[in-house]
Structures are given as C-alpha cells and as structure tokens.
C-alpha cells in the first residue's frame, strides 16, 4: 500500500472533518495545506463533502491517483456527522489503494489553538467538544501535542478544572470552552481559544502519523463517538 504519489516524492494527503457541524476538507503537501473548503451549515456534509474533495483537488490540479494516505477526524463527535466522514475516507482509501489515518478530533482543535499561541509558552492545552447541556467531551495535551490523559466526558462546573488551573497555564479551546470560560475568566491561568475545529489543522499531525506508518485498518476502524448512539422513539401517532 505504501507508495510515492507525487513527482518530488513528499507526500499528499486529504484531510477531512466532519465530526461537528462545520464539514471542512483540507489537501496538504508535506503538512502545508494547499487547497481547503468549509461550511458550517450543520446539515449538509453528506451532500457537499464529496464535491469539497473534488474541488480541492481541482485548484490543486492533483489527481486522486497522486494521494498518498486519507486522513478523517475520528471523533468524538456527532454521530452522523462521523459516519459521514469514515465512510467516505474508507471508499476512497479503498478505491485508490492508500492508507486510512484516523486523528482524533480533540488533537485538532488543540492543533488550532495551539497555532495561534505566540511564543514558546509552556501550556496546558484542554479541548472540548459541546456534550449539551454542562457536559463536554475533552482531553488534555501537552506543547507537542502529545495526551496527558484519556479522552473522557466531563461535567463543567467550577471545580471540574480547579487542581489543573491552580498549576499550570491551560488553553480552553474548542466549542464547549464557551461552557468554562463564566466560571474560570477570572483564573490567571485560564486562556480561551473558540477557534472553530478545521480539517487545516490535521495536516501536520496526519504527516507525523502517515510518516510513522500509523495507518488504520479499513475493514474494522470505527470513529469514537464518545457516546453509545441511541435511535429516537417515534412519537407520531400510529408508528408506536
């Protein structure tokens, strides 16, 4: 499966995101993106993801063929919306005989927060994705974006954080950092950063990990949604 794609031998990737309601596309050269489309309309990434895809590779003027890996945000995240996204990296790995690279949604949006840091700030960086309600989904990763703890679902109030804030600098980032940042803005060790999730922020961590040869299985990988899914009970009349 590993094999050169391109002419000067570095390496192309597609990135795609679709684990909340933005559907962001990226193309990337050796990590630097070189195309990129996004949309957060919420409701459309099964029908325009694909066209995203062909578009970048358009303005690009790369063919499918040149890809060297497919790299998907694998959650957690919505349910449907990372379903979307597997299913699509899976058919064209498939179809193009490249590996899939699977990155975990949480990583990009420290990645993104991360990027908009000056300096070499020593930093906590604590992602979270909105749960509903005060629950929220996070992780906590170091500088070099490496995980400092597992993936976990978390109650925000103002003590979830406390022992953290009281010891080290920490970056709240993604779309649940909104649900923190009443309880914590008046900490000197809190740092918001709402920057939307973007598959343009996966690119260098998708380089590392195709370069590591940290591929996924297509036929068993499955995204972390983070919660068991469970169907709605119809509630019309006559179908219950």
Same mark, same amino acid.
């Given at each position: 499966? !590993?094999?050169? &794609?391109?002419?000067?031998?570095?390496?192309?990737?597609?990135?795609?995101?679709? %684990?909340?309601?933005?559907?962001?596309?990226?193309? %990337? *050269? #050796?990590?630097?993106?070189? %195309?990129?489309?996004?949309?957060?309309?919420? =409701?459309?990434? /099964?029908?325009?993801?694909?066209?995203?895809?062909?578009?970048?590779?358009?303005? #690009?003027?790369? @063919?499918?063929? !040149?890809?060297? #890996?497919?790299?998907?945000?694998?959650?957690?995240?919505?349910?449907?919306?990372?379903? $979307?996204?597997?299913?699509? /990296?899976?058919?064209?790995? +498939?179809?193009?005989? $490249?590996?899939?690279?699977?990155?975990?949604?949480?990583?990009?949006? #420290?990645?993104?927060?991360?990027?908009?840091?000056?300096?070499? &700030?020593?930093?906590?960086?604590?992602?979270?994705?909105?749960?509903? *309600?005060?629950?929220?989904?996070? /992780?906590?990763?170091?500088?070099?974006?490496?995980?400092?703890?597992?993936?976990? %679902?978390? $109650?925000?109030?103002?003590?979830?954080?406390?022992?953290?804030?009281?010891?080290?600098?920490?970056?709240?980032?993604?779309?649940?950092?909104? @649900?923190? *940042?009443?309880?914590?803005?008046?900490?000197? =060790?809190?740092?918001?950063?709402?920057?939307?999730?973007?598959? *343009?922020?996966?690119?260098?961590?998708?380089? &590392?990990? +195709?370069?590591? @040869?940290?591929?996924?299985?297509? /036929?068993?990988?499955?995204?972390?949604?983070? &919660?068991?899914?469970?169907?709605?009970?119809?509630?019309? @009349?006559?179908?219950?």
């Amino acid at each position: 499966m !590993e094999k050169e &794609k391109t002419s000067d031998g570095t390496p192309l990737i597609l990135c795609l995101d679709t %684990a909340t309601d933005i559907c962001s596309v990226a193309l %990337a *050269r #050796a990590g630097e993106v070189i %195309a990129y489309r996004e949309n957060s309309d919420g =409701n459309s990434h /099964a029908r325009i993801l694909l066209p995203f895809v062909e578009e970048v590779l358009k303005e #690009a003027s790369v @063919k499918p063929d !040149e890809l060297a #890996a497919v790299a998907v945000s694998m959650g957690p995240g919505s349910y449907t919306g990372l379903r $979307i996204g597997t299913s699509t /990296a899976k058919g064209l790995c +498939y179809a193009l005989d $490249i590996p899939l690279i699977a990155v975990p949604t949480l990583q990009i949006i #420290a990645a993104g927060a991360l990027a908009n840091l000056p300096g070499e &700030k020593d930093v906590t960086l604590c992602p979270m994705l909105d749960a509903r *309600r005060m629950e929220v989904f996070t /992780a906590q990763y170091d500088r070099d974006l490496q995980p400092l703890n597992d993936v976990q %679902a978390v $109650i925000v109030d103002e003590n979830t954080f406390a022992e953290l804030l009281e010891n080290h600098q920490t970056i709240f980032c993604g779309n649940g950092a909104a @649900k923190c *940042r009443p309880l914590y803005e008046s900490q000197t =060790n809190a740092i918001f950063d709402l920057t939307p999730v973007s598959a *343009r922020n996966m690119t260098g961590i998708a380089l &590392k990990k +195709y370069t590591e @040869k940290q591929w996924e299985d297509l /036929a068993y990988f499955t995204p972390l949604y983070g &919660k068991d899914y469970v169907a709605a009970k119809p509630t019309v @009349k006559g179908l219950h």
